[in-house]
């Protein structure tokens, strides 16, 4: 039997999933749109049907399809790790908190999946962690962090998330939202609505979505779309436009800054949509990030992440792989 592991990316708009070998190598990556407002088990839906393509697409050897020995998912929300429970999220995935995605994802996948020492498929393993958590896995594993003992991710995109990573660990703190960045408070963000329902947090004027909206509170151009229609306004010479970038991307460094100075990082990986957006935004975050922090930090080396897309598919899989080998040694078939 072919016998793979798949690694999943959850976001609040698309799902990736691509399988991931016990060397980082990855396979093709497919993605579909995530049902959110259709409810909690109709995303478990679209992820099992998701896995399942991945698998058919698995070239057949000797007449045999492959088969699933773990599963890992990186997906949006805080994440119990040791149950794969969702314990709170935003409303980017209305009904999210609570959900098993563990246990959901391996009853809808038990025929699929490679039966365990007992002859059990129903024990598949299944690995659930915050989408930036398994980002920041990706990176450390084999991407811009690759070699550091510790490292700082930051993502930002339709929102904006954290992970700290030590000793090749994430930090995942006593309340499962170690390294929750986008809720930090920041100067510049006061009375601004974050996705959590608080004011002054810096998704609230830093995550993709705010920048539109502010662009167009402050009366930008009503014809704008959506942010890279900004991001583009700022590069052609929008002062309004330029001006509400550079505020994202400085909210941010405060962010990183802070984050920074309590940590020390060897290194802080920023990723995301946003990490794209060009000169202009990344100047500012870059140059933010080195004011605000002491002298003897000025210098920490700040990379863009270098997986894209796929890395919170490669980091899921990872932990994947890392549960499929904690339980292959103990169900003694090493």
Not at 71 to 97: E, Q
Not at 123 to 145: I, K, Q, R, S, T
Not at 196 to 225: K, N
Request: proline share 6%.
């Amino acid at each position: 039997m072919t016998d793979v592991v798949v690694g999943v990316d959850l976001g609040g708009t698309k799902t990736a999933a691509a399988t991931v070998g016990p060397d980082g190598a990855l396979g093709p990556v497919r993605t579909v749109p995530t049902p959110g407002p259709a409810g909690p088990d109709a995303v478990l839906d679209a992820v099992a049907g998701l896995v399942r393509e991945v698998l058919a697409a698995v070239p057949v050897r000797a007449g045999h399809v492959a088969r699933l020995r773990g599963l890992g998912v990186g997906t949006a929300g805080v994440i119990d790790v040791g149950r794969g429970v969702v314990v709170s999220a935003t409303d980017t995935l209305p009904g999210w908190p609570g959900t098993d995605v563990a246990g959901g994802l391996r009853r809808r996948l038990a025929d699929l999946a490679v039966p365990d020492a007992t002859g059990d498929p129903a024990a598949l393993p299944v690995f659930v962690e915050n989408d930036v958590d398994a980002h920041a896995a990706g990176e450390v594993w084999l991407g811009a962090a690759a070699g550091a003992r510790s490292a700082l991710l930051v993502a930002v995109g339709t929102g904006i998330g954290g992970a700290v990573v030590l000793d090749g660990r994430p930090l995942r703190g006593a309340h499962h939202v170690a390294g929750e960045l986008g809720h930090a408070p920041v100067p510049g963000a006061e009375l601004m609505r974050c996705t959590c329902g608080r004011e002054g947090h810096v998704e609230a004027i830093g995550a993709g979505p705010a920048i539109h909206r502010r662009y167009l509170a402050l009366g930008g151009d009503a014809a704008s779309p959506d942010t890279r229609d900004v991001v583009a306004r700022a590069v052609a010479g929008d002062e309004l436009a330029a001006s509400v970038v550079r505020d994202a991307a400085q909210a941010v460094g405060r962010a990183v800054a802070a984050v920074v100075t309590v940590l020390d990082p060897e290194v802080v990986v920023v990723g995301g949509g946003m990490a794209g957006a060009g000169d202009l935004w990344w100047s500012a975050l870059e140059d933010t990030l080195r004011a605000e922090v002491v002298d003897v930090l000025a210098d920490v080396p700040l990379r863009p992440a270098a997986l894209g897309n796929a890395a919170a598919v490669v980091g899921a899989a990872r932990g994947a792989w890392n549960l499929v080998e904690d339980v292959t040694t103990v169900g003694g078939t090493r």
